[in-house]
């Protein structure tokens, strides 16, 4: 029995051994084998070692069927050439490297498309990991911090504004005078702001008159304090261009201009601010802010109706217009016009006595204002504003109305000059004036306004 078979045209017959590759299909072959991972290069062996035996051959490999001749020699027209590698292009990852987070951040290659058909939805990245990856939980104490400040920030702004505007409206109200080279000089000086008060004793509302009283109001954030010094009118002083007189000579002179450079030539402090008060605007602002409460001895009460009688008589009134109806010593509420006739009481306790009950009254005051700015700020205005006279500019009084809430933490001191015990009686080409020493004065002035408190001196010295 013969082993040769008929091929379908059953004349010719097909080899009984099995048909190789010749050399140009080798030549085209493409060893799929060999570009999967892992999978041994048997290729290459076969080009080495020419033709491969038959049990090398592999059916179950589909590109070796899919290439594999199946007669005789195949031809090379018309075959497709293997398209060639990029220059660097590594092998293909495997499966488990290409899940890896770390690859998929650095790999050379990005797929553009987008991702899937969420990532559109999503707002971009493969399957929307881009928006969960940077949407963040809200912190609520965070947004309740930032809610508060916000509020902070927008009462800050209307209480600014509000003040400006009653700052700009009591001014408004003042007289501004010009002071000269003393205007172009700064308020605050070392930490220290001196402005000069000014009680005139004009019977007329205006600026003619004497100035019956000088309180040196001194703001000094070196120190921490509020002095209000008085100055006695009868002390007897050096008036630049005026020779020796007393002090409220100077006022009569040449005005507060020339006033505020005698007190600086003599006491070597700066004063380049004032502020004329004239009777209408101490009584005023007594009555704004609801009266004062002082307490009196049964002389003073005799001398507050005494005094009234004056001011009855300029403003129009009757005779014993309020008067007072105590006859008892103690304290007593008093209205302005009694408190303005308390304060210019000159014979009981001499001039001393007189300036330390126009602090007693201005102590009274102080305490009060910041209620009376609350409930009767338009009051206030009218009372005292337009009988003030100034040259604070409105930018300086904006800025010390700013500086009102840390300005009432001050320790606030009264005091008056010549000291006790620095002064004598003189009596100079017929007047009774008050001979000082200025030295001591001078010293009393720059400690509590120039030199910081010794606790805090203290620990400046202990910081390294």
């Known amino acids: ?130 928006n969960s990856r940077t949407r963040k939980k809200k912190n609520p104490f965070k947004s309740f911090l930032i809610t508060v400040l916000v509020c902070v920030l927008i009462v800050l702004a209307i209480g600014l504004g509000i003040s400006y505007s009653m700052t700009k409206k009591a001014y408004g109200m003042m007289h501004y005078e010009s002071a000269g080279d003393f205007d172009k000089e700064a308020l605050t000086t070392d930490g220290v702001t001196n402005i000069l008060l000014i009680g005139n004793d004009s019977r007329l509302n205006g600026e003619d008159g004497r100035s019956d009283a000088m309180i040196l109001v001194s703001i000094s954030k070196t120190s921490g304090k509020i002095l209000m010094t008085s100055i006695l009118r009868d002390v007897y002083v050096e008036i630049p261009g005026h020779g020796s007189n007393r002090l409220n000579a100077a006022y009569a002179f040449g005005g507060p201009e020339l006033l505020m450079e005698t007190i600086e030539k003599n006491f070597d402090i700066p004063v380049n601010r004032y502020v004329l008060v004239n009777f209408e605007a101490f009584a005023g602002v007594v009555d704004a802010v609801g009266g004062v409460d002082i307490e009196l001895t049964a002389e003073e009460i005799g001398w507050v109706n005494a005094y009234l009688n004056e001011y009855n008589e300029l403003t129009g009134h009757e005779f014993g217009y309020n008067y007072l109806t105590e006859t008892e010593p103690g304290v007593i509420h008093l209205n302005g016009p009694q408190a303005l006739a308390y304060s210019r009481n000159r014979y009981v306790g001499t001039d001393f006595g007189r300036t330390e009950r126009q602090r007693k009254v201005m102590e009274e005051i102080i305490k009060k204002l910041p209620g009376a700015v609350l409930t009767n700020m338009d009051g206030l205005m009218e009372g005292l504003c337009p009988n003030l006279t100034t040259n604070l500019t409105l930018n300086e009084c904006y800025g010390l109305v700013l500086r009102v809430p840390f300005i009432f933490k001050y320790e606030r001191v009264s005091g008056s000059i010549p000291l006790e015990g620095t002064w004598w009686d003189q009596n100079i080409d017929g007047m009774a004036v008050l001979g000082i020493d200025f030295e001591a004065n001078k010293n009393y002035l720059h400690e509590n306004l120039y030199v910081k408190p010794e606790k805090e001196a203290d620990e400046e010295t202990a910081e390294p």
Not at 60 to 79: F, M
């Open 1 to 130: 029995m013969s082993n040769d078979r008929k091929t379908s045209s059953g004349n010719d017959r097909m080899p009984e051994r099995p048909i190789y590759y010749n050399d140009a299909d080798y030549d085209d072959y493409v060893d799929y084998d060999a570009r999967r991972p892992g999978a041994s290069r048997r290729g290459s062996a076969r080009r080495d070692s020419g033709r491969p035996e038959r049990s090398e051959y592999r059916e179950d490999v589909r590109g070796y069927e899919r290439n594999r001749p199946q007669y005789g020699q195949s031809p090379a027209v018309g075959r497709r050439p293997a398209r060639p590698r990029p220059e660097g292009a590594g092998r293909r990852p495997s499966p488990e490297y290409r899940d890896d987070r770390a690859y998929r951040d650095e790999r050379p290659y990005r797929d553009d498309r987008g991702g899937n058909g969420r990532s559109g939805r999503n707002g971009g990245g493969r399957d929307g990991r881009k």
